[in-house]
């Protein structure tokens, strides 16, 4: 099987990349406690996946502390922050790779612990998820966040603002906003987690308000060149889900279709919750396919990829690049296995989230 179409290069804003097997972001939990901020560790673990002209998407980065859903997650709020990453984009960019940073707020799937005043989370309701989180090894429901002040938004949008000018000082080629998989600015578009009467709640206009104007509050920083977004429509992770997600993504991907950003990120639905769980969920769409038509620039698709679906994603059109994610924390060095047909190392799922090393530096290269 030939998978050339993978390695056709492709213009992402200002940047052309060399091929089209994009690093998905990855949380990994291994940014340096206390601080939440990335370390000489982490720079060699993406060093070892950057690819000259590849494209890394850094992993879910707070862009305030009360965003983060426990320790051990990178932040990009702090000036020590901004230190830790710029040791990572320069490993990357040492070895010709481009890196973007993904900007996330979990809402209502932080908890008090994480609050600078000890208080609730916040969310767009006072709803709290479904289901339950892991803390100390035991399952613990979510708890309740406080709905978020409509005075308040214009300074989450402004947090969102000053991180994306600290992924700038860190040195990254551009930035992600991370509106996907059940976090903050999915629960302010979602129906079930916001119920709000204001002007970001019931409508579908009023609900893709906030994801509207924190990523032009982004691209004035970078340029709307430089932003991408991830999006999940018809996903279920984290306690997410539309009933009905046609009429809402197809509204919030038309209004971010004439923002002119460099990408569309689109995470495949048979593949939502992939990172708790092996899922493949069935009989579900294709977002990419389905959401295709209505976006004019980039669009990259993630979500259960293999060389060959990959590939004839690509030959049909439905994406210009596909971002793997389990595959790139096992195989370092996945475009090249890739490109030569090579057999991909399995990951191990328990080392996802550990701290340290192992299943983090030890996964080998071919040619080790
Ligand atoms: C360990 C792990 C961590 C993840 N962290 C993030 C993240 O920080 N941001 C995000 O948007 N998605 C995250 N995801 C989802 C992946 O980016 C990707 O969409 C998912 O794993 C499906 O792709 P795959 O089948 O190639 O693994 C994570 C997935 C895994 C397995």
Redesign the pocket.
Known sequence: MSTQALFEPLKVGPYTLSHRVVM?????MRATKPGNHANAMNAEYYAQRATRGGLIIA??SQVLQGGAPGPGTPGIHTPEQVAGWKLVVDAIHAKGGLVFL?L?HVGRLSNAAQQPDGGPAIGASAIAAPGTRVVRGENVPYETPRALRLDEIPGIIEAYAQAARNAKAAGFDGIEI?A??GYLLEQFMQSRSNQRTDAYGGSIENRARLVLEVTAACAQVWGSDRVGI?LSPFGVANGSGEDDPMPLYSHVIGALNRMGLAYLHL??PR?SG??QREVDHQGVPSAAELFRPAWNGVLIA????KPDTATAMVEKGDADAI???????SNPDLPERIRVGAPFTPYNRPT??TSGPEGYLDYPAMSA
Do not use: S
């Open positions: 998905a972001p990855l949380t990994r992993e879910a993904q996330w991370h996907a998989n991830r995470i495949e593949a992939a990172g993630a979500g259960n990829f971002a793997f994610g389990r595959y790139f924390i996802f989230y």
